[in-house]
């Protein structure tokens, strides 16, 4: 079973920042937090992932609460590119069982 | 190269064919996967392939028949397959260690 719950929907307009939040109350402490996105009909594309410390690349940000129960996901100027559905995945480090949950579908709005 | 390129990008089948699909990767990955997606559902892991050894078969069906010839190809066989086997079939490679999964376009397989 997936390791994770996300709002099934948000609404984000463009310019603005998209704020993601993923629930992983479980996790453990070889535990990972990765991001993906599902642009219609193509394959996951990776975002950014983390264990403990914040993390940003050019694409968004990732905050990881202090106790890892909880992370979010920062797009910090949505465009209408930026429509997808946003997958937050907990995964052992070393291992190979990718378990996606159902998603936040983000629908930036122009 | 980072790419994962999979073929035929649409198949249609019948229940009594047998069909092939393909994925390839020249990134070095020495994992690789098979995924199913049902419509407006998350992908779901079916098999992983370590240094071309099956690692992970997630209780699949024997219909669906993996296989892994060297280290950048790998094939998902397909017989007797029913209509609610019909999804989006992603290959994905990567993904071992802290290191990120790179997913193939997919196949969009339709079974009659």
């Known amino acids: 079973d997936a390791k994770t719950t996300q709002p099934p929907s948000m609404d984000c307009a463009e310019g603005r920042a998209a704020n993601l939040p993923c629930n992983h109350s479980t996790i453990s402490g070889n535990e990972y937090v990765y991001w993906y996105r599902q642009i219609h009909s193509q394959g996951p594309q990776y975002i950014i992932h983390?264990?403990?410390n914040n993390e940003t690349n050019e694409m968004a940000s990732l905050i990881i609460t202090e106790d890892r129960k909880s992370s979010t996901l920062i797009l910090p100027h949505a465009t209408l590119r930026d429509t997808a559905v946003y997958y937050c995945i907990v995964k052992t480090s070393g291992t190979y069982k990718y378990i996606f949950g159902t998603g936040t579908r983000l629908k930036v709005l122009a | 190269d980072t790419e994962v390129t999979q073929t035929p990008k649409h198949l249609v089948m019948g229940m009594t064919n047998k069909k092939s699909l393909k994925c390839e990767q020249h990134?070095?990955?020495?994992?690789m996967y098979w995924y199913k997606q049902k419509a407006k559902k998350p992908p779901e892991l079916m098999f992983v392939y370590s240094y071309e050894k099956l690692s992970i078969n997630e209780s699949v069906p024997s219909r669906f028949s993996p296989e892994c010839p060297n280290s950048s190809l790998l094939n998902l066989h397909l017989h007797a397959l029913q209509p609610e086997d019909s999804a989006l079939y992603l290959c994905a490679s990567g993904g071992s260690s802290y290191n990120e999964q790179f997913f193939g376009p997919g196949t969009r397989l339709t079974v009659l």
């Open positions: 990134m070095g990955h020495r994992a």
């Open positions: 983390g264990l403990k």
